[in-house]
């Protein structure tokens, strides 16, 4: 039978490699692909990400390679992406503890979830949240992408994480326990060594437009990230959990079923093997 995919993107920019790597090796195993943003607005590559040679200065060596750009413009060119499904419209917002009928809210809230993963999340085989700076925007703090992936966990499919996603499973936890999904994993992750000191940008849907509309006129430039990735991921493991960075080897994939973690850029092409690993032969631990 043939599977079924999401593929969640950031609205404020995503890192080309990492959805094309995974992606590639889902198209060339026949799966039938979803693709999802947080309102159902196309997806914006970063534009450095389809700019051959692009020098990474916490790496010290270039990051794109024609491959890459090349087939990253063709996508985002293309009417693959223009449709996403939207998480606003499809997954319901938690209430405001001050609201009036908090209760009966909370009950609607939870009915909804149930009935998604029962009836619509069942027919899903993975989920991908793909990396890039745009995640710290609009996917790491998003509860409505917490709720998706929590339900994929429920059911115990498989969850791919790349780079700056990877916050999202820090941050997953059941609203009345408050603990993350992954407390006691083994996951990898954007480790404080290659974060950028200066540089991280964020790009909406008017940057490659020419409009220089939005957001920073379609790019701003805040500095360092906003988090590192490295020790929020160090905490939300906990004592019996570890953070694998993998600093010095070229790249980094872990799994520790059902999550499968990707460091960043380099490693997206093997994300998306070791994902088609895990659907078709069943792998639950690589790498640690």
Known sequence: MTKNVIFVVSEWGYWGEELIGPLEACDAAGYNITFVTPTGKKPTP??????????????????????????????YESDRIDHPKSLADWFPQRAYPSSPTY?????????????????????????????????????????????LILGFYQLNKVIAT??????????????REKRSIIWGRHVTGHPIDYDYLDGTGFEGPH?????????????????????????????????????????????????????????????????????IEVLEKGLTRYNW
């Open 46 to 75: 970063l534009t450095v990400s389809m700019t051959p040679g692009y020098f990474d200065p916490p790496l010290g060596r270039s990051v794109t390679s024609d491959y890459y750009a090349q087939k990253t413009r063709e996508l």
């Open 103 to 147: 209760l009966r809210d909370m009950e609607a809230y939870y009915r909804r979830l149930d009935e998604i993963v029962a009836n619509e999340l069942s027919g899903y085989d993975a989920l991908v949240v793909v990396g890039g700076s745009g995640a710290l925007v609009d996917l790491a703090n998003n509860q409505r992408l917490h709720d």
């Open 162 to 175: 790349e780079c700056y996603g990877v916050t999202c499973l820090a941050f997953a936890r059941d609203f």
């Open 207 to 275: 940057a490659i437009d020419g409009s220089n509309q939005g957001f920073g006129d379609g790019f701003i430039n805040f500095g360092p990230p906003f988090y590192p990735l490295e020790y929020i991921l160090r905490d939300a493991v906990g004592p019996e959990g570890q953070f694998i960075g993998r600093v010095g080897h070229t790249t980094s994939v872990i799994v520790d079923y059902p999550f499968i973690t990707s460091r960043s850029t380099a490693s997206s092409a093997e994300c998306g093997r070791i994902l």
